[in-house]
């Protein structure tokens, strides 16, 4: 089992960034993909990133892909989710999850990942 705990989240302006961290413990680390999903009041859980084993490959949602840039370091069992160029329609929780499931389209579904963060809130103001 492996726990997730979410940091870095705080209230910026509109073109500002923030960098989010997820430090993780338990089970080796490098044997999880890890994903970034957000999820904004009324609105269902969306993909924002996620990163293989090794990250070597990466992937991102559309709408992210140029602002946001998911990094890990598997010697300090943390991933990253750098935010720039924040819109106030990035406001939302901000979780990250992770899963031994082989990195594929899948990981932009919620569905393969087996453990999840508390969150962490991003408020872009206008």
């Known amino acids: 089992q492996v726990q997730l705990v979410e940091s870095g989240g705080g209230l910026v302006q509109a073109g500002g960034s923030l960098r989010l961290s997820c430090a993780a413990s338990?089970?080796?680390?490098?044997?999880?993909?890890m994903g970034w999903f957000r999820q904004a009041p009324g609105n269902e859980r969306e993909f924002v990133a996620a990163?293989?084993?090794?990250?070597?490959?990466?992937g991102y949602a559309d709408s992210m892909k140029g602002r946001f840039t998911i990094s890990r370091d598997n010697a300090k069992n943390t991933v990253f989710l750098q935010l720039n160029a924040l819109k106030p329609e990035d406001t939302a929780v901000y979780y990250c999850?992770?899963?031994?499931?082989?990195?594929?389209?899948?990981?932009?579904?919620?569905?393969?990942?087996?453990?999840w963060g508390q969150g962490t809130q991003v408020t872009v103001s206008s």
């Open positions: 338990g089970r080796t680390f490098s044997s999880y993909a």
């Open positions: 990163i293989s084993r090794g990250g070597a490959v990466t």
């Open positions: 999850a992770a899963t031994t499931r082989l990195f594929n389209a899948a990981v932009r579904t919620t569905a393969p990942y087996d453990y």
